[in-house]
């Protein structure tokens, strides 16, 4: 009989954890560059700690080497031809500095850099613990006016303001639940 307790209660747990992972806010983001065509998406997933960013990206421009990539505080990407401004600052409610390796920062939209190969080709998987979809940890991505994942042609140096020396806006992505 108390083997049969055990797998029961086994079997609740599971069911129970299955039931949490499949509320837990998720979100999408399709990236364009600045001439407004597809290069490939994010995928977010909220956890207890923070949100998670899937990329997968074909032909980002800017060259081999490693560019910043930032939440930014609209969900608006409709100006590719001028460098995706309608995306706004980084997500920093709290107003606190750009850089992780600022004494009074990170804001809650930084990121570590991505890393793109010769072809612009990018695979990555990034964490923040400063911003969810539903502001249960940290900013609020998904607020009234939405949230962009917005890449930069160059490096973050994590600690020039306002964005690391990143230098131009080439790739941006509206932030969309699912």
């Known amino acids: 009989m108390r083997g049969a307790f055990t797998i029961a209660a086994i079997l609740g747990a599971a069911a129970a954890g299955a039931a949490a992972a499949a509320e837990r806010p998720a979100a999408s983001a399709s990236l364009i560059n600045t001439e407004g065509e597809p290069i490939g998406t994010a995928e977010l997933h909220q956890g207890p700690e923070g949100t998670l960013v899937r990329l997968e990206l074909d032909g980002l421009a800017g060259g081999e080497g ?91 140096d994590h600690e020039s303001q306002p964005i690391g020396g990143a230098g131009a806006r080439i790739a941006c992505g509206v932030i969309e639940g699912r």
């Open 66 to 156: 490693f560019h910043a990539i930032h939440i930014h505080q609209r969900g608006d990407c409709s100006d590719p031809g001028e460098g995706f401004q309608a995306s706004g600052g980084h997500l920093n409610p709290q107003g606190r500095q750009h850089g992780l390796l600022n004494s009074q920062g990170p804001d809650a939209g930084d990121f570590a850099n991505i890393y793109a190969d010769a072809r612009g080709r990018v695979r990555a998987e990034l964490f923040t613990p400063w911003a969810s979809l539903d502001g249960a940890v940290g900013a609020r991505i998904r607020d009234s006016d939405g949230a962009a994942l917005v890449i930069h042609e160059g490096p973050d």
